[in-house]
């Protein structure tokens, strides 16, 4: 039997963790759910949600990935075995599968843009028609299959590197490198004309843009960004050493997470409204804004609109990337330890799945943009499947698991590495209350509004 792989380090797993987190859920969905839900309001209830309900949960994960060692299903097994629970194992085989599907369908827009952005694209053409870029190219059909098709390629040979020389090795280069960058694009963005009114939308809370639909947008966006609730970070968990301290990767994530939300915010929204783009334009607000930026900087210095326009898609690419990996790991983790399988047979298989529900996902914008699951195209249907009800089902049972399942002693000698970190043992009557009572609650909460909306 092949040893289990580990991380190598502190860094190493909140790199890796951070790359799950950190991904086109902070550059892509984040800024638009921000114009769709009022602005900074919609980013004060993210906080909240990011660290009073969403960040327990990813300590409940934690705790289970490296106390069992197992991926989802085998830890189900392995801390209640013979019980039900191991149905939640096989949810959290399947949602991560879905949701990587659609995703890689955005995650191909990036590369589109990227080749565009090499062949000068956003230099040489005018406003007028940069602006048109993105309709017309989700509306065809060979050419998003196209880059979906590689950029799932991109993914299946990183997974299939394995967990030290794919995920370690990519993320522990690619994650500081995408912090410098976008911290680059929000100061540019924000020295645009007319960007203030943009920095003041981000920073100037509209409390009476906030209701129920905001409240339950915010939870689903917490998360969808931070991974949770699919066993992205369980399986990733279960390659922690023992001696990591749980609280410090937690915390870690959720901060990086919140702080590439926020900069992706302003390095996108003050540039929208210097476009005169209506901040509530939905999934393609990235992908109109962006090149906006880049052809207003050609007009004044065209070689340093080209070269950032580059370094930018490399850098969504890249967090696209991060994240994708540890959706693609949760199944093939679930194929290698239940079903026997190697790891070149378990990355193919998921591939294959994934990639032909993306190509789904991707014709919804074109010739099935007709079909209607529910009354929505199949991209969105699926998203708002995993974002407000697998996402949300999957972390309360997490919880519920932690909470109620597991022992006291087992849950406080993980969390506290057997008593040994003491900040640990002075917080954890907290992160248990938070575990037990008010995780719970909240998505319980968030459940009942999405069915009565």
Same mark, same amino acid.
């Given at each position: 039997?092949?040893?289990r !792989?580990?991380?190598g380090?502190?860094?190493?797993v909140?790199?890796?963790m951070a790359?799950?987190? &950190?991904?086109l859920g902070?550059i =892509? ?7 769709e839900?009022?602005g900074?309001?919609f980013i004060? +209830?993210y906080a909240?949600?990011?660290f009073?309900l969403?960040l327990?949960i990813?300590?409940?994960?934690t705790i289970i ?9 085998g830890?189900m !097994?392995k801390?209640?075995?013979g019980s039900?629970?191991k149905?939640l194992g096989l ?5 991560p599968?879905?949701i ?5 369908v955005v995650g191909?827009w990036?590369v589109?843009? +990227? ?8 230099t ?5 028609q940069v602006?048109?870029f993105?309709g017309?190219?989700i509306s065809?059909t %060979?050419g998003?299959?196209?880059?979906h098709?590689?950029?799932m390629?991109? #993914?299946?040979?990183?997974?299939l590197a %394995? ?6 090795g990519?993320t522990?280069v690619?994650?500081p490198v995408l912090f410098v960058?976008?911290?680059a694009l929000?100061?540019?963005s924000?020295t645009?004309?007319g ?7 981000l920073?100037k809370p509209?409390f009476s843009?906030?209701d129920?639909?905001a ?8 998360f969808?960004?931070?991974?949770l609730g699919?066993?992205t970070?369980?399986t990733?968990a279960?390659?922690?050493r023992?001696e !990591?301290n749980i609280?410090?990767?937690?915390i870690g994530?959720? &901060?990086?997470?919140l702080?590439?939300a926020?900069i992706a915010?302003?390095?996108?929204m003050?540039a ?9 334009a939905?999934?393609?607000l ?8 880049f052809?207003?900087?050609?007009a004044d210095?065209p =070689?340093l ?13 890249v967090?696209?990337l991060?994240?994708?990996i540890?959706?693609?790991e949760?199944g093939v983790?679930?194929?290698?330890? !239940?079903k026997?399988m190697?790891?070149?047979?378990a ?9 032909? &529900?993306g ?9 099935l943009a007709?079909?209607?699951l529910? %009354? ?6 699926l998203?708002k499947?995993?974002?407000?009800w697998?996402?949300?089902?999957? %972390? +309360?049972?997490?919880?519920l698991f932690?909470g109620?399942?597991?022992s006291?002693?087992?849950?406080y000698?993980?969390f506290?590495?057997?008593g040994? +970190?003491k900040?640990n043992?002075r917080i954890?009557? &907290?992160i ?5 009572? #008010? ?7 968030v459940?009942?509004t999405n069915?009565i909306?």
């Amino acid at each position: 039997m092949t040893p289990r !792989e580990n991380f190598g380090s502190r860094f190493a797993v909140v790199m890796a963790m951070a790359g799950s987190a &950190v991904g086109l859920g902070n550059i =892509w969905r984040f800024p638009y759910m921000v114009g769709e839900h009022g602005g900074a309001a919609f980013i004060i +209830l993210y906080a909240l949600a990011s660290f009073i309900l969403v960040l327990p949960i990813f300590f409940a994960e934690t705790i289970i990935g490296r106390r069992s060692r197992q991926g989802t299903f085998g830890a189900m !097994e392995k801390l209640a075995p013979g019980s039900r629970w191991k149905w939640l194992g096989l949810l959290t085989v399947f949602a991560p599968i879905i949701i990587l599907s659609y995703y890689s369908v955005v995650g191909g827009w990036s590369v589109e843009y +990227l080749f565009k952005a090499v062949c000068l694209d956003f230099t040489n053409t005018p406003p007028e028609q940069v602006q048109g870029f993105f309709g017309a190219f989700i509306s065809s059909t %060979g050419g998003p299959i196209a880059v979906h098709t590689i950029f799932m390629l991109l #993914v299946a040979g990183i997974v299939l590197a %394995g967990v030290k020389k794919g995920i370690e090795g990519f993320t522990k280069v690619t994650m500081p490198v995408l912090f410098v960058l976008i911290v680059a694009l929000a100061i540019y963005s924000v020295t645009l004309p007319g960007a203030s009114e943009g920095v003041a939308y981000l920073v100037k809370p509209d409390f009476s843009k906030v209701d129920a639909r905001a409240v339950a947008a915010a939870m689903g966006q917490a998360f969808f960004s931070l991974s949770l609730g699919v066993g992205t970070i369980l399986t990733y968990a279960s390659y922690m050493r023992k001696e !990591e301290n749980i609280l410090a990767s937690g915390i870690g994530t959720a &901060v990086s997470d919140l702080l590439f939300a926020i900069i992706a915010g302003f390095a996108v929204m003050p540039a929208v409204f210097a476009a005169g783009i209506a901040p509530g334009a939905g999934p393609g607000l990235v992908f109109d804004t962006l090149p906006y930026i880049f052809n207003r900087m050609g007009a004044d210095v065209p =070689w340093l609109s080209a070269v950032i326009a580059i370094i930018f898609f490399v850098t969504i690419l890249v967090a696209a990337l991060t994240s994708a990996i540890s959706m693609m790991e949760v199944g093939v983790a679930y194929l290698t330890e !239940e079903k026997g399988m190697r790891r070149p047979t378990a990355v193919l298989i998921i591939t294959v799945f994934a990639w032909a &529900v993306g190509v789904l996902c991707s014709l919804s914008f074109g010739p099935l943009a007709e079909v209607k699951l529910l %009354g929505n195209s199949i991209f969105d249907f699926l998203d708002k499947l995993c974002s407000n009800w697998l996402l949300p089902a999957g %972390g +309360l049972l997490f919880t519920l698991f932690v909470g109620w399942k597991m022992s006291r002693p087992d849950v406080y000698a993980e969390f506290t590495n057997d008593g040994t +970190l003491k900040a640990n043992v002075r917080i954890f009557d &907290v992160i248990w209350f938070l575990i037990r009572y #008010v995780a719970p609650v909240g998505i319980v909460v968030v459940f009942l509004t999405n069915l009565i909306l």
